[in-house]
């Protein structure tokens, strides 16, 4: 059964480089069909190539996204709560 999905165009900014050892570097990316104040997300700046091995994004890259539904939405339900009377 295939996924709904949804592929968006977006470039990397920025690489954000960590302000400790411990902590990742991170890639800014802006995301060109999102509203004003979601455009931007940031990720890990670590991914795994076609062939296992390990890569990195770059400043100005022109990246895709792709948004997919794993199921589908369930009704509300709408249940009653009982409390007790004080």
Do not use: C, W
Request: charged share 40%; aromatic share 2%.
């Amino acid at each position: 059964m295939k996924r709904a999905h949804k592929t968006l165009r977006a470039k990397v900014r920025k690489i954000i480089r960590p302000a400790y050892p411990t902590q990742p570097e991170k890639a800014e990316i802006s995301i060109d069909e999102a509203d004003d104040l979601y455009r931007e997300i940031r990720i890990e700046n670590r991914l795994m190539g076609e062939k296992g091995k390990e890569a990195r994004l770059k400043q100005g890259a022109e990246v895709e996204v792709q948004i997919e539904a794993i199921r589908k939405p369930q009704e509300a339900r709408h249940e009653i709560a009982k409390l007790p009377i004080l």
